[in-house]
């Protein structure tokens, strides 16, 4: 942290999220992310929520392997999230609460949606890779067969 209120610098902040500048110009560029903090001519400040912002979009990107359209998608409800929870908070009438809960569930929907997308893709490239290794264990079986190819156990054993 500096002593500008807790705002850190792109490249602070970048060192500490093991990203580059170039991606979070990137993210920005992208609508992912909003700077706390932009003056013409000076790099960007970033607040404690920015650094929260970014971490996600890193997890997301990387751990779990999300596009940037599928970011921004759940980055967008998170805010649409917080909005319903402040109204629900607000809210004594009990059909106004249920109107926001209801909203709230079709937008974990949406969420849980674009999360089985993902999971059916990765399945998906599972298990053509499980293909891929049976073809070969087949081919290797046949030249075995054949007496091509020592059987693996053979080498081993040498």
Known sequence: MDEQGGLRAIGAVA???GLTA???RYYEEYGLLRPAVRV??????????????????KRLREV???SLAEI??????????????????????PVERARIIRQAIGLAER????VE???????????EEQARLARLRGMLADEERRGAVEPASNQEAR
């Open 15 to 17: 060192r500490e999220l």
């Open 22 to 24: 170039r991606a979070i």
């Open 40 to 57: 013409k001519g000076a790099d960007r400040l970033f607040d404690e929520s920015d650094v929260q912002r970014l971490a996600e979009i």
């Open 64 to 66: 779990i392997g999300f």
């Open 72 to 93: 921004k998608e759940l980055l967008d409800t998170d805010e649409v999230r917080a909005r319903l929870r402040t109204d629900f908070q607000g809210a004594a009438d």
């Open 111 to 114: 969420r849980l949606s674009i």
């Open 117 to 127: 997308q993902k999971l059916a893709q990765v399945a998906s490239v599972r298990e």
